[in-house]
């Protein structure tokens, strides 16, 4: 029996390789002159490259972050070669952005595996899972959710899409989680049931609980991200707020990514860097993550305002431009147009965000 989310229409099972989670820390960076950025990760192995297709969802890759300009092409095979030719293109851009509509299955999983591998392969260091999910396997969903956290995916939920009940667990692995539209949680249950008392049931949940538990500790998510799955009415959907998102290690940068990278980050591009990387990122929570109105605002936004702020800490960094804050995004032409027409509250954030720098470098 598969362990999934209610209410969801049930899906054909496909066969999933059981490997074990593993957790890896970033390695250095190669500084030499690359015509693709290289990928900080060790190569993923122990990927199950039997036949399979998508049975619930679509996806579409593409080799930039302008989805204004669509989604790019439709993947219609997850066969390597097949998945290799459709990001050859994407070695120019050092960027693949991987488009999903559907639910959270085992072929899902294979997906972010399976592409995650081909990008090591590619050399395409910058990686992207655009995603709109109304859920799904909530063990598909970790499996998933493991591939994406050892291959340093930003993930997007924009404002025309969602992100509810297993996809929850998704963003908990994402390096960097950019959010518009509605994530929701329920509380999870195994189809096809023969428990006859909520002591049974209680059993029947309790063989997964520590697998989930784990995983959500390993990717910095809150111990109440597991409340909320345990205890949501599974016919009702609890809607995140903004501020729960960042509260539950679900939206902004991972936690446990950061901790993991400070000291290598620290040692190839030194300390000033670090201090100026954490002072945007706190400028970044409170600007652009945190907007007057939230209701308007779409990761296109989000993005936009985050490329016009970084430039006031000296980001990109010359010295190390792939580690600088939202580095998948250079080359990308995106606009802000409220700030582009009033200079005053560019002045006001150059003034805020000084301050900010210079507490950060003050001695403690």
Known sequence: MSLRWIPLALCLAVVACGRPPEVQTGASVDQGAQAAPAVQRKEQA??????????????????????????????????????????????????????????????????????????????????????????????????????????????????DSSCHSACVL???????????????????????????????????????????????????????????????PNRTLRILAPGELEQYGLAGANAVEDDLNRIRLARRCGNDFVARRDAFRRAYDARCMQPEDEAAQDVVDINACGMALRRHFGFPDPQCPDESPMAELDGAILEIPHLAAEPEAIEAIEATDAAVVERTEAPR
């Open 46 to 159: 122990g990927i199950d490259w039997s036949p399979t297709r998508l049975e619930a969802g679509d996806a579409w890759i593409d080799c930039g972050a302008d989805y204004a300009s669509g989604d790019g092409r439709p993947v219609l095979s997850l066969a390597y070669v097949d998945l290799r030719e459709a990001m050859q293109d994407c070695r120019g851009t050092g960027l693949v952005r991987l488009r999903y509509q559907g639910k959270v299955t085992t072929s899902f999983a294979a997906l972010a595996e399976r592409t995650g591998k081909v990008a090591t392969d590619l050399g395409i260091g910058k990686r992207i899972l655009d995603i709109d999910s109304a859920g799904g396997h909530v063990e598909a969903a970790i499996r998933a959710g493991d591939a994406i956290g050892e291959n340093d995916w930003t993930i997007w939920v924009r404002g």
């Open 170 to 232: 998704l963003l908990a692995a994402g390096d960097m989680r950019v959010v518009a539209g509605p994530v929701g949680i329920h509380r999870m249950i195994r189809v096809g049931s023969a428990a006859t008392s909520r002591r049974e049931l209680g059993e029947e949940l309790r063989t997964i609980s520590d697998n989930l538990r784990n995983y959500l500790e390993r990717n910095g998510a809150s111990a109440e991200v597991y409340d909320l799955m345990t205890t949501v």
